[in-house]
């Protein structure tokens, strides 16, 4: 079945607490993204990747790190988590190319900063 | 890229069409609009795109007006399963011609028995 799927999707931790959110998508696309949503501010860009090494930052990418190592790979790192960074967390991918294009989105990750 | 403007909220009977208006009154030439929705706290879900011809398919309709400003999706006959978020969004490109996409809040479509 293709799909993108994100671990953990629910998460607990404390600030300062270096962790990772892993996203991996099944369908050979080029194009990922991270999402962060918050309530009253919608969908917001984090980073996103055109390609295998190559990756530029969304609308708000302070705080966040990005590696894209592996064309199904593109985990999310939280070096120093802090309370604002409690929100809900979507990976997207997408296929690649010039042309129109519509975004998958994996199923969510829940992240609490205390 | 172009920002979008929708309304924050609407409600539609069940059955009746429901028609989401999107404005995107500084559209370039070369983007094109998107329609997703997001139910509850689920990932959200493509609906449709288009650059400037109507388009249609299996989930709903996007008209678009001749000078791109504008757009509405529609869903013919709303069911309670179409409660939900819904997102219109320009894709632009970026210097580095990357795909950078900007999401709005949407418009909170309540389908009412």
């Known amino acids: 079945e293709a799909q993108v799927t994100q671990n953990p999707r629910y998460l607990i931790t404390v600030t300062g607490k270096k962790l990772t959110v892993t996203c991996s998508q099944n369908?050979?696309?080029?194009?990922m993204s991270w999402y962060r949503q918050d309530p009253g501010l919608g969908l917001r860009q984090i980073y996103y990747?055109?390609?295998?090494?190559?990756?530029d930052k969304g609308d708000v990418p302070e705080g966040y790190k990005v590696s894209r190592k592996e064309k199904r790979n593109f985990p999310l790192i939280l070096e120093s988590p802090s309370p604002n960074q409690t929100s809900l967390y979507f990976c997207?991918?997408?296929?690649?190319?010039?042309?129109?294009?519509?975004?998958?989105f994996g199923p969510g990750t829940r992240l609490t900063v205390t | 890229d172009a920002k979008t403007t929708q309304p924050p909220s609407m409600d539609c009977a069940e059955g009746r069409a429901a028609n989401l208006p999107c404005n995107h009154s500084?559209?370039?030439?070369?983007?094109?609009v998107y329609w997703y929705r997001q139910i509850h706290s689920q990932g959200p879900q493509y609906i449709i795109h288009?650059?400037?011809n109507n388009e249609t398919n299996e989930m709903a309709s996007l008209i678009i007006t001749e000078d791109r400003k504008s757009s509405t999706l529609i869903l013919p006959h709303a069911t309670l399963r179409d409660t939900a978020v819904y997102y219109c969004?320009?894709?632009?490109?970026?210097?580095?011609?990357?795909?950078?996409?900007?999401f709005g809040i949407g418009t909170k479509l309540q389908v009412i028995p």
């Open positions: 288009g650059l400037k």
């Open positions: 990747s055109m390609n295998v090494e190559v990756t």
């Open positions: 969004i320009v894709r632009g490109m970026n210097s580095g011609g990357y795909q950078k996409v900007t």
């Open positions: 997207a991918s997408s296929p690649s190319g010039t042309g129109t294009y519509e975004q998958y």
């Open positions: 500084t559209i370039s030439g070369n983007e094109y």
């Open positions: 369908m050979n696309h080029e194009y």
